[in-house]
């Protein structure tokens, strides 16, 4: 069975760059059916996509978020990671890691694992 | 503003039918397939419907999709207590490229 669990801080400065990593086990990360994204959730609030890391290692990322998102894999540990920078009071939301499905369109937004979320709070 | 319109909320009593509607644009649903999440309280979402209207193993007949033009619906039938949950609707959009969600609707069973 998949999983795929995030790592990192609960709590980040104003103006300090959030760093998460997500680490898949029970399947290999290393795979052109799947590509690998982050999503958050402010408090009680809706989802926001965040960006998505494809196997060739490109990266789309939300256009609201892209000057301050960076998204990247490391194959050999079976992770990928988020790194947000400038972080402020907005940015405060549970971050969820998730896989999608390429199926006939690598593009569709269809997360069929997800990690169990990490809240992550600014705050000084 | 999310780019895809949801209703804030959806209620129907035990054995009912009730339908949530997405609205978006020609560069999302009308040239894309639409993804239903269905999140109950305190969890990570969960995929509901894929490609419109195709069910992951495992999630019960008693859900439905169905997308025409801009527009894309979840139908959930025979209601029970434990539909209780937030649904949201997932397209990818051309012109933004990348994806969008809809701002989720809280379904009640009354």
């Known amino acids: 069975q998949l999983q795929l669990q995030e790592s990192g801080p609960g709590l980040v400065k104003p103006s300090e760059t959030l760093s998460l990593t997500c680490t898949v086990s029970g399947g290999s990360i290393s795979s052109s059916s799947y590509y690998w994204g982050w999503i958050r959730q402010p408090p009680g609030k809706g989802l926001e996509w965040i960006g998505n890391i494809y196997y060739s290692g490109s990266t789309y990322y939300n256009p609201s978020l892209k000057s301050r998102v960076t998204i990247s894999i490391d194959t050999s540990k079976n992770q990928f990671s988020l790194k947000l920078s400038s972080m402020t009071a907005a940015d405060t939301a549970v971050y969820y890691c998730a896989r999608g499905d390429c199926g006939d369109d690598c593009y569709s937004p269809l997360f069929d694992y997800w990690g169990q979320g990490n809240l992550v709070t600014v705050s000084s | 503003q999310s780019v895809l319109t949801q209703p804030p909320s959806a209620s129907g009593t035990p054995g009912q039918r009730v339908t949530i509607s997405c609205s978006g644009s020609?560069?999302?649903?009308?040239?894309?397939?639409v993804n239903w999440y269905q999140q109950l309280p305190g969890t990570a979402p969960k995929l509901l419907i894929y490609?419109?209207?195709q069910r992951p193993s495992g999630v019960p007949d008693r859900f439905s999709g169905s997308k025409s033009g801009t527009s894309a619906s979840l139908a959930v039938s025979g209601l029970q207590s434990e539909d209780e949950a937030d649904y949201y609707c997932?397209?990818?959009?051309?012109?933004?490229?990348?994806?969008?969600f809809g701002g989720g609707t809280k379904l009640t069973v009354l």
């Open positions: 490609s419109n209207n």
């Open positions: 020609s560069s999302n649903i009308r040239s894309n397939t």
């Open positions: 997932a397209a990818w959009d051309d012109s933004l490229n990348g994806v969008v």
